[in-house]
C-alpha cells in the first residue's frame, strides 16, 4: 500500500425522504467507483458522508404528519443507510449531521471564522409567514430571478443563472408551503464575510486545471458577485449557535447548509475515534501529500467550490483578515470538486411531490445493484444531463452485460470447465493469445489514469471495449472446433480466462457484486470485492443509538493490476451473471410511472 492518502467526501443525502436513481447517480455510484479504484491501485482511502438531518424540510415533513424532527430524521437515516448499502457504496464511515461530535465540530469551525473575524452579527430582513408567524426557509421562497428573469428562483439560489439570492431581493415571492405572499421583518444574525475570500478563493482556483471545465468555470464565474452569506437562520432544528446569549435561543441555529459541508470533517474525526486513534483523521485532512475529492450533482457546486473552501480558509486564517489556525489547525481545501450533472426520467425532471420519481429501495427490489450501477457509469449524466429511460436501461443490460460481459465469462468458464475441469495447462502461445494478453493487461495503464482524472465514462467505455476484443478473440479461435487438437483447445481457453480475470479487475469499480461472482467462478476464494455492512452504534458521546455504514475494505484481494490465473485451479459450471430483462420489463414500469407521473 502507498503512503498516499485520498479523501472521497460524498455529498450528504437529505433526510427528510427516501433517494431516488437521481440522487445516486450524482454523489452515490461515482464516488464508489473512484473510492474501490484507489484502493485496488494500493492508496489509503478515507470514504465518508452521512445523512443531511437539519433544516426546514425535516420540520416540514414531521409537521405534516404529526410528529417530532428527529422521528423523521431517524426512519430515514434507516432507509437510506439501507439504500445505499444494498447499492455496495463502500463507505469508511456513513454517518448522520445529528451527533453530538458533528455539533461540536460545527461549532468549533464557527468559532474559529468568529475568531478570526470572518463572520460578524448583521441585521437583516428575514421572511415569515403571514398567517403562522413561522420563519420561512429561503429555500422554501420562490419568485422570479432579479438577475436573469428566471420564473421559479429560490431564494437563495437561482437554479438557471446560479447566482446566489436573497428572499427579498426576489420579484413576486411567494412561500412553497401555503402560496401565500411572504412578509419580511427584522432579523439579527451571524454572517460570513464572503468578500474577503475573494482573492485567496481565485488564487486557489487558479490552480485546479484538471477540474471538469463546467465546474470550474461556474465557481471562477461566482467570485464576480461574492456577498456576505447569512451564517444562521430563525429556526428551532439545528446546531444551536455557541456563544453567551445565542446558546439557548430556541429560535436561532446554524444554516443547514452550513452545518452540512462541516460532516465531512466531522464524520472524519467519528471515524478515527471509532477507530481507536483518535488523531488518525488528520493524515487526510493536515498533511501536504493528501487528496481530497467532492462528489455531488451540480446544484451542490456553490457550497463545495465556494462556501466549505471559504470556511476553511476563514479557520485557517487564509482570507484577507489573515488570522490562525483553529484548534483543529490548519485544513487541506478540496484537490477537486467533482459535479455530476442532472438525471431525468423518461425525459421529466424527477420530482417525489409529484411521484416521477424510482426510489433507490424500489430498483433494488426489482434488479440488480450493478446493472444501476452500469448503468450510470456508462450513461449516467457524468458531463451532461442524461435522461433514463427503461427501454435504454433494459438495452444496456441484455446487450452489453448479459450479450457481452456475462456472454464471455459463461461461455468460456463452460468450455474449460467441461472440457478440462480446470483452468488449462496452456501450449506455446500464439501471436494472436499474446496480442490479446497484452491488450487486457494494458488497459490498466489506460483504465486506471481515466479513473484516476474522474473520466468514468470514459474508463467504463474502455473497460467494455476490451471485453468486447476478448469475445471477438473467442470467436475467432473458436475452441468448440478444437477437439482433434487437445493442447491448442487448452492454450485458448486459457489465454480467455487470463484476459476475463483481467477484464475482472478492470470492471471491479463499476460491478463489485458481479466482480465477486466472477472470482468464485473462476476457482477464486475469499474475499476479492469487498462489500460494506451496516453497524449499530451509540452516539460517542450521548449513547444514542444510529446505524452507519463501514467495511473492513482492506482484507479484500482485488488489486489494479493482471493477476496471473494458476493452471489446474477447479471450474465448475457457471451460473449467469446477469439477469435478461423481458421487454415486458420497459410496458411495466411505463405504467407504473404512468399512473404516478403527470
Known sequence: MSDRHILTAVAWPYANGPRHIGHVSGFGVPSDVFSRYQ????????????????GTPITVAADAEGVGPQEIADRNNRIIVGDLTGLGLSYDLFTRTTTANHAAVSQEIFLGLLKNGYVFPQTTLGAI?????????????????????????????CDNCGNQLDPVDLINPVSKINGETPKFVESEHWFLDLPAFAKA??????????????????????????????????????IRIPLPDWRERDDKRIYVWFDAVVGYLSASIEWARRTGDAEAWRQWWQSPDADAYYFMGKDNIVFHAEIWPAQLLGYNGGGDKGGTPGSYGALNLPTEVVSSEFLTMEGKKFSSSRRVVIYVRDFLERYDADAL??????????????????AEFRRRNNDEL????????????????????????????????????????????????????????????????VVGEANKYLSDQAPWKLKEDPA?????????LQAIKDCNGLLSPFLPHAA???????????????????????????????????????????????????????????????????????????????????
Open 39 to 54: 484502493r485496488m491501485a494500493g492508496n489509503k482511502v478515507l470514504m465518508v458522508s452521512g445523512t443531511d438531518e437539519h
Open 129 to 157: 409567514s403571514p398567517s403562522t408567524g413561522r420563519t420561512l426557509p429561503d429555500r422554501y421562497i420562490e419568485g422570479t430571478c432579479p438577475i436573469c428573469g428566471y420564473d421559479g428562483a429560490r431564494g437563495d439560489q
Open 201 to 238: 478563493l481565485g488564487d486557489w482556483l487558479g490552480t485546479r486545471k484538471s477540474w471538469r471545465p463546467n465546474v470550474l468555470n461556474f465557481s471562477i464565474n461566482l467570485l464576480a458577485d461574492l456577498k456576505p452569506r447569512s451564517y444562521t437562520r430563525d429556526i428551532d432544528w439545528g
Open 373 to 390: 450501477r452500469y448503468f450510470i457509469a456508462v450513461a449516467g449524466p457524468e458531463n451532461q444531463d442524461t435522461d433514463f429511460t427503461w
Open 402 to 465: 448479459v450479450a457481452g460481459w456475462g456472454n464471455l465469462v459463461n461461455r468460456s468458464i463452460s468450455m474449460a470447465a467441461k472440457n478440462v475441469g480446470a483452468v488449462p495447462q496452456p501450449g506455446d502461445l500464439t501471436d494472436a493469445d499474446r496480442d490479446l494478453l497484452s491488450t487486457t493487461s494494458g488497459a490498466f495503464g489506460t483504465v486506471g489514469d481515466l479513473l484516476g482524472r474522474n473520466r468514468q465514462k470514459a474508463a467504463i467505455n474502455e473497460a467494455m471495449r
Open 488 to 496: 491448442r483447445r487448452d492454450s485458448v481457453l486459457f489465454t480467455a
Open 516 to 598: 465477486q461472482q466472477v472470482h468464485e467462478l473462476l476457482g477464486g476464494e475469499g474475499t476479492w470485492s469487498v462489500q460494506p455492512r451496516i453497524e449499530e452504534v451509540t452516539d460517542l458521546d450521548d449513547g444514542r443509538g444510529y446505524p452507519i455504514i463501514t467495511g473492513d475494505y482492506e482484507t479484500g484481494q482485488a488489486v489494479w493490476a493482471s493477476v496471473p490465473i494458476t493452471p489446474g485451479t477447479p471450474l465448475a459450471t457457471p451460473t449467469p451473471v446477469f439477469t435478461k430483462l423481458d421487454e415486458s420489463i420497459v410496458e411495466e414500469e411505463l405504467r407504473r410511472f404512468g399512473e404516478g407521473g403527470e
